[in-house]
């Protein structure tokens, strides 16, 4: 396909009128909607038309800009941060009393700090109004299970970062639509709450991204975005939910289309593309794949390469992590979840595909706690809370699976705590740290004469294969 790219060059000034017809930065646009119409091709799509689901339809005879005119960014000086955060999980506060049955339903999940959820994101937000980023990415799983009342409470939110002059950029997880999981919890019962519909999403975050897209897939949730630097986002809606909620992750056929339509258009118009999606596109996990990996990704991979996109920003494993593609020229970076141990959030540099760099960041909600004057003890500590919160989730996870299937009582408990111990380093993205302490350790002996062909013996061996380095950290640098 990259050579069909230099005929096409060759053949077309105008554009094909899948994405938007206009091609410069923000601080163009003034003059792009000033433009003679005489000269725009019938067809192309409205700037930020609010197309899709629950949208209109683009109409014909909108501006045109001959994009191979136009610089690539704007001439000021910017901050060149991206902030990338995913998984939040958020809750709204009047869908729980903090009684009995939302403590259980804390306890029983999956590491998240459910509890301080509100205290995790207002220490997030404020770091990003200090900071300023010129963009902040959310990758999808905005909400605990798609309740309306959370993706309404978190959009006010997300209104102050916004106001403080940051873009707020947001795609919809396997959590957040449709999700027959939608619950208030009111004492010792789970009482069901108004889920949230595609339509509903995209009216809610109408100004973090879909209202102010440049071009909006009429198939999904998926559109193209524009950072204040010229770089277009291409947020993917990997999400199944018009049956209800489902785990895994695809892209819709009509997708496809959609989307070499706007990579094409960002070829020419000279755009670098930063691909987003909740759903991973590399097997970042062998033993989750087919519940992380899109469908059919192969195909997704070799779109992005043939069209020059190098970078692949995605959540839901809630394991901090990154892969390059063995097939294609591409890499995968997976930032873990913000609101599990040990709550910490990506920046990344982006200055070209061929030069962009990454690292993680953890948030200081004991900090924040001070600041606020919250005597709450668990903040007051909060780094040991949240990860002793992880480590027993993860130990109670091993102890009930493994069972009687133990050698004994103790050696169910020593492989408990091995489990947890090493799960809580991979979270983090730091397994290599402890690698050799855990395969000289007592826990790991009690793991080579157990079964280790069931799903716990087999990703404990995953971990440890796969602490070769620390995956907070990322650079490229081809140039």
Known sequence: MRKRKIAVLLAAMLLLAGCSGYYGSKSEQETAETAETASEPEGAAVIGDSVGPG??????GDVVVDSLELPHAPETAMNPEIFIATDIHYLAKELTDFGEAFEEMSEKGDGKVTPYVWEILDTFLDVVVERKPQALILSGDLSLNGEYLSHQALANKLARAERAGVDVVVIPGNHDINNPAAAAYDGETVVPAETTNAEQFAEIYGDYGYDEAVSRDLASLSYVYELPDGT????????????????????????YEWMEDCLEEAWHSNRSVIAVAHHNLLDESRIYESDCTIEHAEELEQILDDWGVTL????????????????????????????????????????????????????????????????????????????????TTFYDQAFEEIGENALSEEDRDIMSDFYAWLNVYAVAGKAQEIRQEALDSWGYVVWQEYNREDILGTYLEEILEDAVCDYNVFRRDDE
């Open 55 to 60: 949208g209109g339809v683009p109409t014909s």
């Open 312 to 391: 692949f920003l995605s959540g839901h494993l809630h394991v901090q992590h990154y892969r390059s593609s063995q097939t294609y020229d591409i890499d995968e970076i997976v930032t873990s979840c913000l609101s599990m141990a040990p709550c910490q959030y990506g920046v990344l540099k982006y200055f070209s595909p061929q030069t962009y760099d990454y690292h993680t960041e953890k948030l200081d909600v004991a900090a924040w706690a001070e600041r606020h004057g919250n005597p709450d003890v668990n903040l007051e500590y909060f780094d040991n809370y949240a990860s002793e919160y992880l480590q």
């Open 232 to 255: 277009w986002l291409l947020m993917l809606d990997s999400c199944q939910y018009e049956n209800g909620s489902q785990e895994g992750g695809m892209i819709r056929p009509e997708t």
